[in-house]
């Protein structure tokens, strides 16, 4: 199986939809043929090259939330703070400038956590996540004409009880938040020889 063509559908000031034709190495039901052509419709960014996302833990053990409309889903959502990798820019200093922009919180130190797809079903997009620590707080970056973000100080020991009274409270809350948030934390235990 390998991707043999791409052709973009549309494209927009941040996405592009495109028409990925791929050979596909199982045969078609009733054909003797050993490769298939199949089409996939997949979303790409525009102007970046991925996406990073940060999981900011303080030294009291609060980590540290963001709250924003999305208008892809009609509705507020509790995630981590992330954002778009500019081209030439290294992913760690999208990071750092990333976290100051939407909590303005400084990172001493950014660990690399992990990497992959974030929906491979539909989008071409890669995460790259850090764990931000040594936080000290500097004041908001410039956001975005369309952040209008509520950052959100949550104690680690009762982050499932916050999740929950958010949700009852009309909000989604970002899958990442769950997992990510776990390995951030496991990796920061190991660092420290807690684990």
Known sequence: ??????????????????????LDGRPSEGSAEPDVIRDWETIERVGSRGVVVIVPFTSDALVVLIRQFRPAVDGYVVELPAGLIDKGE????????????ETGYAAGVMDFLISGPASSGSSSEILDVFVASELSFVGIGERDESENI??????????????????????????????MIRLARDYLAKKQGKA
Do not use: C
């Open 1 to 22: 199986m390998k991707v043999i063509n791409r052709k973009t559908l549309w494209e927009g000031k941040f996405l592009r939809a495109v028409l990925v034709e791929y």
């Open 90 to 101: 290294k992913a760690e200093e999208t990071a750092h400038r990333e976290l100051i922009e």
């Open 150 to 179: 509520e950052v959100l100080m949550v104690p680690l020991d009762m982050l499932d009880q916050k999740i929950s009274e958010l949700q009852a409270a009309g909000n989604f809350v970002d899958l990442k938040v769950h997992g």
